[in-house]
């Protein structure tokens, strides 16, 4: 399944999906974003730039865990939700990428460290197929306002 670009994403269509449940389709883009993205990629690559290293130096220059950080190019959501990246600095994922660490990590940034309000955030790791960066490891993470 793909939820195409010109369709927005209702939360009820991302609460079937969590840390143990991560979705096995794709979620689409707005053309002016999809349009981004390629414009984007296309300027890193023709500077030699892999995608990979220019996430790793913009994040972790200065060897943090993990940086989170509202996405440049998120899915074609509904206006009530945003979406953030948790990026993960793989030289500590196997210390971070845990469901807890994830949990304490989205209380901390967005509920003063309240746990018992995540159900208003829907988060996963994207399955490996579904990556477009594949190197780097990193959570989607949805809030809904």
């Given at each position: ?36 993205y390629t414009k984007h990629t296309l300027d ?59 949990e304490v990590i989205i209380a901390n940034n967005f509920y003063y ?33």
């Amino acid at each position: 399944m793909f939820v195409t670009q010109d369709n927005q994403i209702p939360w009820n269509l991302l609460t079937p999906f969590s840390w143990d449940n991560p979705p096995d389709i794709s979620f689409g883009r707005t053309k002016e974003i999809c349009e981004k993205y390629t414009k984007h990629t296309l300027d890193l690559k023709s500077r030699n730039i892999d995608i990979n290293k220019y996430l790793a130096d913009k994040y972790f220059t200065n060897d943090c865990y993990y940086s989170i950080d509202i996405n440049t190019f998120p899915y074609n959501l509904c206006e009530n939700i945003e979406h953030w990246i948790i990026w993960i600095n793989p030289k500590y994922q196997h210390m971070i990428k845990t469901k807890n660490n994830i949990e304490v990590i989205i209380a901390n940034n967005f509920y003063y460290g309240d746990k018992s309000k995540l159900k208003n955030v829907i988060y996963f790791e994207n399955l490996e197929c579904r990556r477009s960066i594949k190197c780097l490891p990193h959570i989607q993470v949805f809030k809904l306002n």
